[in-house]
């Protein structure tokens, strides 16, 4: 992997949905992932502990406290890190402007580009209405979600003993739902509203796990997908420019497995 992947260093970068305290997050993923990707201004733009797990049922392993403390040291050696919360752990928006250990919160945030343009960025949960309206409903959609990423892992195991590829049965289940009441559709239009009325060029946002950069009537929707199936994020360049990296198909491509953690104990959490 060394001799493969190069280090890289980027104006800011945008990482979202990472589930910290889920059995599904791919903390190993994600810690080799920012070994490789320095940033000057690092944006966490929601759901990055998974508070409802948690409450649920506590799982805390190495590998959540080796992406805290990396995140951590990247703010004592001078990175900005600005923490946005968003429903999953939506304890820390009783904490606005305050830094913990470097790391700022924020409800929301205006980025500018290198290149001039402004960037609304938020979670944005607040424009899911199954989320603002039906609390009840989002928890048992949270748990079949659960149901499937264990399904998901029985799958792949089987499929990798047949040699066949890997195929998310979580995402493709999670996007026939949302597909079937045109969600995805209807959240970005919302969301790109909401950058309109801020007076903005762009949105960067998170919360439905669908990656995607895309224009919406003149507003350029970017959403960073999410660190559960698909380990993706979103970087600017020094030249203003966004780019999408998706960790998780240039570690399936290459075969990459995860570095060992800094403190040797991290282990591979497989969605």
Not at 3 to 11: P, Q, T, V, W
Not at 54 to 71: A, F, M, S, T
Not at 173 to 179: E, T
Not at 202 to 220: F, K, S
Request: charged residues 25%; proline residues 2%.
């Amino acid at each position: 992997m060394t001799g493969a992947i190069e280090a890289k260093h980027f104006r800011t970068l945008f990482i979202s949905d990472v589930h910290l305290g889920s059995k599904a997050a791919r903390t190993d993923f994600l810690l080799d992932f920012l070994r490789y990707h320095e940033a000057d201004t690092i944006f966490l733009v929601g759901d990055i502990i998974d508070g409802w797990r948690l409450k649920r049922n506590w799982y805390w392993p190495q590998g959540c406290n080796d992406v805290v403390q990396k995140l951590l040291r990247k703010a004592r050696k001078g990175t900005r890190i600005v923490y946005i919360p968003g429903n999953h752990d939506e304890f820390l928006r009783s904490f606005p402007g305050t830094h913990f250990g470097g790391i700022e919160v924020a409800e929301r945030a205006i980025h500018e580009m290198a290149d001039g343009k402004k960037y609304l960025v938020l979670h944005g949960d607040e424009f899911d209405v199954v989320v603002r309206n039906a609390r009840l409903l989002a928890y048992l959609g949270d748990w079949a979600y659960d149901a499937a990423i264990a399904i998901n892992v029985v799958l792949a195991a089987v499929r990798r003993r047949l040699g066949m590829p890997y195929w998310s049965f979580s995402a493709w289940a999670k996007l026939q739902v949302k597909h079937a009441v045109n969600f995805i559709g209807e959240f970005q239009r919302v969301v790109a509203d909401e950058a309109r009325r801020n007076n903005v060029e762009g949105v960067i946002c998170g919360h439905i796990h669908h990656a995607v950069m895309e224009d919406i009537d003149g507003i350029h929707y970017v959403n960073t997908g999410d660190w559960v199936e698909s380990c993706t994020a979103i970087v600017e360049n020094f030249d203003g420019t966004l780019e999408m990296i998706t960790w998780g198909q240039i570690s399936a491509t290459a075969e990459i497995t995860a570095l060992p953690t800094a403190s040797g104990l991290g282990s591979m959490q497989a969605a």
